[in-house]
């Protein structure tokens, strides 16, 4: 199991609009894991074209095995769990009161010694 990690403390707004900031962070999570599967894949098909395969259709008969749909669903929880950061860490924050004043409180107190 993997442990989460967050930053502590608010996290600067750049927009606004409530929920904007939230759903850019999810768009450019979006767009990051397209480019990395479209760069994967055009790999893949300059390889497979150097070696004279054709993959259209073995990719559209292909029926993955139980490993395979597994090792998929972990890669998508992962995916998931990147793209919902945001969302997840306020809410966190909205359950332990976690707030710049709070932050800022406990900073003063750690000064103070």
């Known amino acids: 199991m993997m442990i989460e990690r967050n930053a502590k403390g608010k996290r600067p707004l750049f927009y606004q609009a409530e929920g904007l900031d939230q759903a850019m962070s999810m768009i450019m999570v979006l767009a990051n894991e397209l480019?990395?599967?479209?760069?994967?894949?055009?790999?893949?098909e300059r390889i497979a074209e150097a070696k004279g395969f054709i993959l259209e259709a073995e990719i559209e008969a292909f029926e993955p095995g139980q490993a395979v749909l597994e090792a998929r669903e972990a890669r998508r929880q992962d995916f998931?769990?990147?793209?919902?950061?945001?969302?997840?860490?306020?809410?966190?924050?909205?359950?332990?009161?976690?707030?710049?004043?709070?932050?800022?409180?406990?900073?003063?107190?750690?000064?103070?010694?």
């Open 35 to 44: 480019m990395v599967v479209r760069d994967r894949l055009d790999s893949i």
């Open 80 to 113: 998931l769990s990147r793209l919902y950061y945001l969302a997840r860490k306020q809410a966190a924050e909205l359950v332990t009161d976690d707030s710049a004043d709070r932050y800022t409180a406990a900073l003063d107190e750690i000064a103070k010694g």
